[in-house]
């Protein structure tokens, strides 16, 4: 993912249960706004994701299975 307000890269290793999260360990829960924001989303792809601290913008740069 890149982040378009810091045009910043991050990398997740894969989505995980909410038990399983680890930001230090790439693991992103599905249910966080951002993991439900990328299920079922291509590379390319826009996301748009409304967290508590607003509304931010990333680009799907990759996906590894």
């Known amino acids: ?3 378009f307000f810091y045009n910043y890269p991050y990398a997740y ?3 995980v ?3 399983e ?3 230090a360990g790439g693991k992103l829960s ?4 951002l993991g439900r924001a990328v299920i079922e989303r291509g590379a390319g792809e826009i ?3 409304v967290a ?3 509304k931010f913008r990333y680009r799907i740069e ?3 299975v």
């Open 30 to 33: 599905v249910t966080s706004p």
């Open 1 to 3: 993912l890149r982040s």
């Open 47 to 49: 996301v748009e994701v």
């Open 52 to 54: 508590p601290a607003g």
């Open 62 to 64: 990759s996906i590894d």
């Open 17 to 19: 249960s909410p038990a």
């Open 21 to 23: 999260a680890s930001h």
């Open 13 to 15: 290793g894969r989505l």
